[in-house]
T-cell receptor
């Protein structure tokens, strides 16, 4: 079974540019999550999809971040325009159930905004 | 006060030693508990869930004390390959969202020395 796949693995962009991160969950997993780790801080929740619906987006930092999951399969997270403080590692995770039993994480996208 | 707190370490121990990590959480509504292992520049990987009755997986033993809101991880007979950062995580229902949200500690770094 393929795991959670994220693309790209690394991205370096200039402040003000746009970046789109992609996550392919484990096949059949309705629940998809985005998390972020900023340097020196703990991993923090961003949002949770159930199929194509946003179940919880309470962790999204501001309206420069837009997440979509059209068709309930893969998800994208767009940052527009990127700011320096957006640098960090963005992890995606998926689960078949509600997530109470823990998740499987993807290898992450390391975003550097310069 | 952070929702999940861990001693950041580092813990430097010789091979074969026993090492214990502790974690406290502040939200009494937390429902499930985990230890994740994260290698340098990699994604967090679920090491084990933590149950009130205590659970063991080979050299690893996890314990949960709900009354004290405290989680522990014990590693016996440490191996060089155990060197990593160990993340404590708690799962709770996000207010108003009806879905689970995982909250991580910053992690405890372990280095096992030959």
């Amino acid at each position: 079974e393929a795991g959670v796949t994220q693309f790209p693995s690394h991205s370096v962009i200039e402040k003000g540019q746009t970046v789109t991160l992609r996550c392919d969950p484990i096949s059949g997993h309705d629940n998809l999550y985005w998390y972020r780790r900023v340097m020196g801080k703990e991993i923090k929740f961003l949002l949770h999809f159930v199929k194509e619906s946003k179940q919880d987006e309470s962790g999204m930092p501001n309206n420069r971040f837009l997440a979509e999951r059209t068709g309930g399969t893969y998800s994208t997270l767009k940052v527009q325009p990127a700011e320096l403080e957006d640098s960090g590692v963005y992890f995606c995770a998926s689960s078949q159930d509600t997530g109470i039993g823990g998740y499987t994480f993807g290898s992450g996208t390391r975003l550097t905004v310069v | 006060r952070k929702e999940v707190e861990q001693d950041p370490g580092p813990f430097n121990v010789p091979e074969g030693a026993t090492v214990a990590f502790n974690c406290t959480y502040s939200n009494s509504a937390s429902q499930s508990f985990f230890w994740y292992r994260q290698d340098c520049r990699k994604e967090p990987k679920l090491l084990m869930s933590v149950y009130s009755s205590g659970n063991e997986d080979g050299r690893f033993t996890a314990q949960l004390n709900r009354a004290s809101q405290y989680i522990s991880l014990l590693i016996r007979d440490s191996k060089l390959s155990d060197s990593a950062t160990y993340l404590c995580a708690v799962n709770r229902v996000a207010p108003g969202a009806g879905s689970y949200q995982l909250t991580f500690g910053k992690g405890t770094k372990l280095s096992v020395i030959p």
